[in-house]
């Protein structure tokens, strides 16, 4: 990776943050803050969250079932008071890249639960970054179904695919190419070997048999399916360039959306904690090793800590609210 390469990407880093103050002119008032700091947040160039399905933070975290999972937890970084912000899991998907769940309590068609408001992709691309949702076991990119296959043994489903959700946020004119966007897991080996070319968000859904949920016809151990599948991602991720490379700061985050059934007793005061306490790992190529945050946490923070970390400004509920809210610095922290 050359230094003209890095001068030219940092140079578009900072163009980035111009931009997305300006991309504010078009949004409904209320819906974007400029971002009050909460503590230094390192700039990234590639940031990738999986996103896992409805387990408890305790059954995750010191599960035999789970080696990869806790070894990369002892190894990097991880949020131990982190919260999902309700039930079921369609809320939590919505409320991580547009900063609020929109009244939405259920997992219903995300044509019925459509949103037309700014959210983390319009920032991404008012500021001229790029993203791309990588779900497994979708049929093909732009695929528009609810879920696949629709005949019995779902694997893929919209649920879990928030961007479609907001497909009302693109004019219509764009919404094809927004489509392009969302493609297959299987792109995901074959776009990391491109450093230059691979989408700043990267933001990865396992199928219903890989991300925990389970599903007809998945193994009985879900807590052992999921964590081959961040084996078999992170291995991935790990051998590429943009996480070699000494000049690019990459993040990689999984994070559950809820833990299913269980109740908020407990969470901590002042932010939304109605979907459990569930496990939250940061990742760094450059960052902190062997780090546990106690600090309390939720998908408002995770998005905060998105949007600073690109330089983007805070949308309705990842602003910080009086202290409450506040970017998971600790964990994104860029040392040496």
């Known amino acids: 990776m050359t230094q003209g390469w890095r001068r030219s990407r940092l140079a578009g880093l900072a163009l980035a943050a111009t931009l997305a103050l300006s991309a504010l002119a078009g949004c409904t008032a209320g819906d974007v803050t400029s971002l009050t700091s ?23 975290i010191g599960s035999s079932s789970a080696p990869t999972i806790n070894a990369l937890a002892s190894k990097y970084g991880l949020a131990t008071n982190y919260w999902a912000v309700a ?5 939590n998907y919505v409320a991580m890249i547009g900063g609020d769940t929109f009244g939405i309590g259920d997992d219903n068609s995300y044509k019925v639960n459509a949103v037309t408001v700014s959210n983390l992709a319009t920032q991404l691309e008012a500021a001229r970054l790029t993203w791309k949702s990588y779900q497994q076991s979708m049929p093909y990119a732009g695929f528009a179904g609810e879920t696949y296959p629709s005949g019995g043994n779902t694997l893929y489903a919209s ?6 959700n907001f497909l009302g946020a693109w004019p219509a004119a764009e919404r094809t190419q927004t489509l392009a966007h969302i493609v297959p897991d299987t792109q995901l080996a074959g776009d990391l ?5 691979f989408p700043n968000l990267a933001f990865i859904s396992p199928d219903l048999c890989n991300d925990m ?11 052992a399916t999921g964590d081959a599948y961040v084996n078999q991602a ?3 991720i790990t051998a590429s ?3 070699t490379a000494h000049d690019t700061n990459t993040a990689v985050v999984v994070v559950w959306d809820e833990a299913e059934g269980a109740v908020s007793l407990g969470g901590p005061d002042g932010i939304a904690a109605d979907g459990g306490h569930v496990a939250a790992l940061v990742l760094t190529n450059h960052g902190p090793r062997g780090l546990r945050d106690n600090t309390p946490y939720n998908h408002y923070a995770l998005l905060l800590s998105i949007q600073s970390a690109f330089g983007l400004s805070c949308l309705r509920n990842s602003c910080p609210q009086t202290g409450k809210i506040v970017a998971m610095s600790r964990l994104f922290a860029v040392s040496g």
């Open 38 to 60: 909460a503590g230094p947040m390192p700039r990234y160039e590639h940031i990738i969250v999986i996103v896992m399905e409805n387990t408890t933070y305790d059954d995750i």
């Open 87 to 91: 039930h079921p899991s369609e809320p």
């Open 159 to 164: 649920k879990h695919n928030p961007f479609m």
């Open 193 to 197: 070997k491109n450093a230059i070319t």
């Open 213 to 223: 949920h389970g599903a007809s016809g998945c193994a009985s151990n879900l807590t």
């Open 234 to 236: 992170m291995q991935e």
């Open 241 to 243: 360039d943009i996480w």
